[in-house]
């Protein structure tokens, strides 16, 4: 299945009862296996999840710890971003050079990069002890 089939399968997914806004991202691993998730809010609003984390999480419990691309689609005019923390996230399992494909549901895409989307991404090697 392509990634844009399976983020926009999940997409149908979300749990969005207060802002109405749907967001799916799908995610292949290393090994070829592509990883769904969606967004999920709550109440309190911090609580809630991020598509793209939510495909991590798959990833990770998938026994996979490496992302080779990623796509995130949602109904917006413009193609969709991932927010701050989602793009940190995606740099802790990501090569900078790894692409992502941010999406809108009526087919506009633009295509990036992991290290694009967060330049100066804090890593591991800041905590390397000298």
Known sequence: MSLRKAATEVREN?????SGFKVGAAIKGASGAVYVGCN???????????AEAGA?????????????????IADSPLPVSPCGG??????????????????TTDGKTEETTVATLLPGAFSDAYMEQG
């Open 14 to 18: 979300a749990y969005v009862p207060y």
């Open 40 to 50: 999920v809010e709550n109440a309190a609003y911090p609580e809630g999840t991020c």
């Open 56 to 72: 991590i999480a798959a990833m990770v419990a998938g026994g996979e710890t490496e992302i080779a691309k990623v796509l995130v």
């Open 86 to 103: 989602c793009r940190q996230k995606l740099a802790e399992f990501s090569a900078p050079d790894t692409p992502v494909t941010l999406a």
